[in-house]
Nanobody, 124 residues
Framework: QGQLVESGGGLVQPGGSLRLSCAAS????????IGWFRQAPGKEREGILC????????YYKEDVKDRFAISRDNTNNTVYLHMNALKPEDTAVYYC?????????????????WGQGTQVTVAS
């Protein structure tokens, strides 16, 4: 049974950085596209960026394009979300999922894997 587990969230001051991890078990992330999503309080979940199976990054939120990056470590079977210059509006629960990185959005299917989410809070 495959599983994704996110970690690395926490409380950080505005302008700070965090690195979130999305670790897979039970299957290899190599060959999978991975999307990162977030859900802020009272808002719908949104896709923010995605790394394709060929390691191409697509951004879906203009606001994060110069601040967030995604990388893959096949040795550790983990995908990372690197977040810099964090703002209070980045506060949300962050999720990773096996996905399809389309040109306009990230698409997931019912049989895709999702992590449980990790809370990121940006506050002074």
């Amino acid at each position: 049974q495959g599983q994704l587990v996110e970690s690395g969230g926490g409380l950080v001051q505005p302008g700070g950085s965090l690195r979130l991890s999305c670790a897979a078990s039970g299957f290899s992330l190599n060959g999978f596209a991975i999307g990162w999503f977030r859900q802020a309080p009272g808002k719908e979940r949104e896709g923010i960026l995605c790394i394709s199976a060929s390691d191409r990054t697509r951004y879906y939120k203009e606001d994060v394009k110069d601040r967030f990056a995604i990388s893959r470590d096949n040795t550790n079977n983990t995908v990372y979300l690197h977040m810099n210059a964090l703002k209070p509006e980045d506060t949300a629960v962050y999720y990773c999922a096996t996905s399809a990185c389309l040109s306009r959005n990230i698409v997931t299917a019912p049989n895709d894997y999702w992590g449980q989410g990790t809370q990121v809070t940006v506050a002074s």
